[in-house]
């Protein structure tokens, strides 16, 4: 089978013929013509048969969609405006009035603002569940349970729980799963196949504002699938709610994604070099980071991603994302000093893209029991070098003095 980073460059898909290049084509539309009535009542928005109007695709976002599939091992793609839409999106589908889903604690924080939110307000519950226990997961399933939310490593605190056990805990209760998929990119490991072929979540979705854009400029999200009729109704939802993507958008992700194998690697690379250093400096109580064997949650990185195991972080895949936990003597306050006092580490949100980035947490507001009393940082490595961001952080910690 070709590697799906291959296929991220060589995609088998090709639109309608006319136009032959190694790049595909930018096409802009929201009325798409139709050669007579017969055609136009003959229209099928659900396949890639043809085109129908904007909103439902176009050959750009038809691409797109069809590489952002195989590069998460599934069969459908669809494209929304953000990450937390296809999170939106995969709840508004799937889930209806008296329904339960079942979140991770350690979720993407939006994620969980909504089920608080509207899905509260439209009489769907929800209730966090442990990441780490696949028996609290177990224990939690009941009767109304439709929908089970799955996300490795954990949101901020990087613990990597037992995925595949946890997967397995869905299938054999007959829940579906859907796993946000942002940090693995499609590349640390493969979401529908968790514990062997099939075995795994049946929706995977990424914020594509992340590693695939890897440009820090462009918002979108997409809902991967492998079962047709779980597709179709996704698609139906889509088709109703009306989100759109920006073709200027889906172009630039088109162009980001052949050196997005690369690009991940060079995250990798570069965060666990700092995160090795930095969480052997005595300012630091703890580091977490799925590759370093303390962080909670090793073994199941290492098992699922392929960490050899020889060394801290020698092999497998993980992104450019580190959190540390600061001391329990050094303030707030004092953190963040430490936070203000970086140069090259901007403060911001999100990550992916070519600028480091750091943000200050407050856990305990976060998390049902954080065991940890010091403040927690985060750290998103860019592509800036090493030894640059190395020296960044070792005069900002001057602040903790
Ligand atoms: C960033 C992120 C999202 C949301 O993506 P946006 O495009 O910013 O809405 C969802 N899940 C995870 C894990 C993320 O990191």
Not at 18 to 32: E, I, Y
Not at 111 to 138: F, N, R, T
Not at 245 to 261: C, H, K, Y
Not at 288 to 304: D, E, I, K, N, T
Request: hydrophobic residues 45%; charged residues 15%.
């Amino acid at each position: 089978m070709t590697d799906p980073v291959t296929h991220l460059i060589h995609h088998p898909y090709t639109p309608p013929p006319g136009f032959a290049a190694p790049q595909p084509g930018v096409f802009k539309a929201s009325t798409v013509i139709f050669a007579n009535v017969a055609a136009m009542r003959a229209r099928d928005w659900k396949t890639k048969a043809g085109y129908t109007y904007g909103l439902h695709g176009t050959p750009t976002t038809f691409v797109l969609e069809e590489r952002i599939a195989a590069l998460e091992g599934g069969h459908h793609c669809i494209l929304v405006p953000s990450g937390l839409a296809a999170i939106t999106h995969v709840n508004m589908a799937l889930l209806r009035a008296g329904d339960e889903v079942l979140i991770p604690d350690n979720a993407y924080g939006p994620g969980k603002a909504l089920a608080e939110g509207e899905l509260a307000a439209w009489g769907i519950s929800h209730q966090v569940y442990d990441a780490m226990d696949p028996a609290d997961l177990a224990a939690r399933i009941g009767p109304q349970t439709r929908l089970v939310w799955l996300e490795a490593p954990g949101s901020v605190s990087m613990e990597f729980p037992p995925l595949v056990q946890l997967a397995q805990v869905c299938r054999e209760r007959g829940v579906t799963s859907a796993l946000d998929n942002t940090w693995g990119a499609g590349l640390a490991f493969n979401g529908f196949d968790l514990g062997g072929p099939g075995a795994g979540a049946d929706i995977v979705v990424q914020a594509l504002t992340k590693y695939p854009s890897g440009g820090g400029d462009v918002l979108m999200g997409s809902i991967v699938s492998r079962d047709d009729a779980l597709h179709l109704k996704l698609k139906l939802c889509h088709m109703r709610v009306g989100w759109g993507v920006g073709v200027n958008d889906v172009e630039a992700v088109l162009r980001s994604l052949p050196s997005m194998a690369l690009r991940y690697r060079a995250h990798d690379q570069a965060a666990r070099a700092l995160a090795g250093w930095l969480g052997g400096r005595p300012e630091v109580a703890q580091l977490l980071h799925p590759a370093f064997a303390g962080s909670p949650g090793h073994a199941h990185w290492q098992a699922l991603c392929g960490g050899d195991g020889q060394a801290d972080g020698a092999r497998g895949s993980a992104a450019g994302l580190f959190s540390v936990v600061f001391q329990e003597r050094h303030t707030p306050a004092q953190v963040d000093a430490f936070c203000d006092r970086l140069r090259l580490f901007k403060l911001g949100y999100s990550w992916g893209g070519p600028i480091s980035l750091v943000v200050p947490y407050e856990m305990a507001a976060m998390r049902r029991n954080w065991p940890h009393k010091g403040t927690l940082v985060r750290f998103s490595v860019g592509l800036e070098a090493v030894q640059d961001l190395r020296a960044d952080l070792e005069q900002a910690l001057q602040a903790l003095a």
